[in-house]
């Protein structure tokens, strides 16, 4: 599936949104089945920490910064030079990334014990012993995952979206077969030893989630070959590009991971656990909305920076960011005020509580307040570097991780808001990078259309208290009689009141006359009309 054009396409954000929606949903899936099979305690606790660790480092190398550095680099000189220029960049820097990477990921098995005492310094005996042992069965999914992520970088800058957004959930269902499988057979009673079978399964889905885009890469014309010349000025301006996305580009999982530090100090087995189910949680709308307009916004700010063409530049992040307003404000009321029903449906079965239903969604409820400024952090961060600025977000980032520390101490021990604290954080540090980003971004270009950006925010929120109302008074009469409920019935109502507040929401943004809503319901009128 691909899209040309010199503005930002509605079709486009609308493909990457439903593959984005797919994998979400499978990760949800995923989840329910790790909290049905092993619910939120120790063995979870290790497992969530062992997989983060290559998760960091995928955001840090891969997704974060190589993949943001190769498509502003490789879209430039596509524009300028050609296809066969390009290439010839993408087989270098694939080769290095071969190299560098397995280089890495031989470090990180041999000093995971070290690793894992230094992010999470509260767990010892078998919790810290288990936690080594995953880590290391995981560590080479950063090498099978960087691939990926070299190949979805590819395959935007070509403007092609759909293939590589659902690459994700080929991952997420080779690592639900392979590692419930592999679970199973270690382990037929699910105790600890399965760990092991789920760390095994997260390889099977690095290994699918990269083999599902060799076709559409090669369909765009991309032949493998090693190349070893490394001495090329496109190779020196990614590496040069990458350096500070390492930092910049990843703030937010740098932030959990300091969230998984302090939360291991915690007392008692669970808040690693609700934290990352939480968070999860919160991921859906920010992956299916935030991560979309992103994914699409790149390429066409990197080829109108390349072109000079700051107005066209200036129009294109703009409406990026009004249209992440559009869709996260109301998800992020949706999550608060309908947390504790959302969980209950998704999680609670097996060894999942009631009480780790009001831990988790206590979270969700302060992940949810950094939503939206999540989404303006994933249109704005990778523009800097298009446009030049590559230090800055990585100056901003730095900030962000120092605010993190500062509040998770103050929250967390001081105040003894125990997990609570830690989600309160990360959404109090979210909207403080993307304020930060956004002002500096809309100094260097002198202006980022900010009186129709706080218009169209204002007429969001003034829609979103509609929702919020709907959705606070509908979770009120569902709790009351959700013990009287069954799971269809709970479905049903809650997709009910969801759906309910969406339509009011959309409605009132009609009647305000918020513009991006006009856009949305004339794509799907157009995917309509070609559908009938």
Known sequence: MSHSGKQLSTRAVGIVGVAVLCSRVLGLARELILAHLFGAGMAMDAFKVAFRIPNLLRDLFAEGALSTALVTTFSKKDATEGSDSAWALANKVASLAVVVISGLVLLGIVFSPVIVGGIASGFSGEKAQLTVQLTRVMFPFILLVSLAALAMGLLNAKNVFGAPAMASSFFNVGSILGGVGFAWWLDPEFGPRSLLGLAIGTLVGGFAQLVAQWPALYRVGFRLRLDFNWRDPGVREVLSLMGPAVVAASAVQVNVMVNSHFASMVPGDGPVSWLDYAFRLMQLPLGVFGVAIGTVTLPLVSRHAALGDTDALRGAL????????????????????????????????????????????????????????????????????????????????????????????????????????????????????????????????N??????????????????????AICWAGSRYLMESWPLLGVAMRAAMLFAIIGGASIAFFCVAALLRVEEVRDLGAAVKRRIGRSS
């Open 318 to 445: 703009a409406k990026g960011l009004r249209l992440g307003f559009l869709l996260t404000v109301p998800s992020s009321l949706g999550l608060a005020f309908l947390a504790e029903p959302i969980i209950s449906l998704i999680y609670e079965r097996g060894r999942f509580d009631t009480a780790s239903t009001l831990q988790t969604a206590e979270a969700l409820r302060f992940y949810s307040l950094g939503l939206a400024a999540y989404s303006g952090i994933k249109v704005l961060a990778p523009a800097f570097y298009a446009v030049g600025r590559r230090k800055t977000p990585m100056l901003v980032s730095f900030g962000a991780i120092a605010v993190n520390l500062l509040l998770n101490w103050y929250l967390t021990l001081h105040l003894q808001m125990g997990h609570r604290g830690l989600a309160l954080s990360t959404g109090c540090v979210a909207i403080a990078n993307f304020t930060a980003l956004y002002l500096l971004m809309r100094a260097h270009l």
């Open 447 to 468: 202006g980022m259309q900010s009186g129709r950006l706080l218009g169209a925010l204002a007429r969001i929120c003034l829609a979103g208290a509609v929702l919020g």
